[in-house]
């Protein structure tokens, strides 16, 4: 019998209400603060914020600059070609993933460090959608390598990862 169990069965609390306290807990971790991609010489070309977080926008880009020290660090030790670097570093309310490509473009997930319905394979598939909507952005005609993304493609994609 497991811990959560026995205490349930000790205590005159129904489990139904432990249901919703487990619900409402997901709902408060949403699944990320802030997508960047960050260009080969360092320039942002793309950050994009959630709506909540509107706010910290500027702790936001502080924390994906501590996170690129440490993609920096990864990519100097890695002995594979992985292109996921996984989780690069946890704040006292945060935590990033990195992935970079071949071209050495970084991009950074910073997600809520309470959330634990995100799996590793969940980090996996965003990182992979991403890179495929940041090829779809190099193949337009008009977007110049180096500079800013202006996609709506790219900002629709965020605000799809952003808002859940």
């Known amino acids: 019998m497991s811990l959560f169990s026995r205490f349930v069965a000790s205590s005159s609390i129904r489990l139904e209400k432990f249901r919703y306290l487990d619900v409402a807990t997901a709902i408060l971790c949403r699944m990320a603060h802030c997508i960047a991609i960050i260009g080969k010489d360092g320039t942002p070309l793309f950050f994009q914020v959630s709506e909540k977080d509107k706010q910290n926008a500027l702790e936001l880009e502080t924390f994906v600059d501590c996170s690129l020290d440490i993609v920096d660090e990864k990519v100097e030790q890695r002995k594979i070609q992985e292109l996921y670097l996984g989780p690069l570093i946890n704040d006292y309310s945060y935590k990033s993933f990195g992935f970079i490509t071949n071209t050495n473009v970084k991009f950074v997930l910073v997600t809520d460090i309470f959330n634990t319905t995100l799996t590793d394979q969940d980090i996996r598939a ?35 990862v952003l808002r859940r």
């Not at 940041?134 to 977007?143: G, H, R, T």
């Open 126 to 160: 965003i990182f992979k959608r991403l890179h495929t909507v940041y090829c779809n952005v190099l193949q337009d005609p008009f977007y110049v390598p180096g500079d800013p993304i202006k996609s709506k493609h790219m900002s629709s994609f965020a605000v799809d």
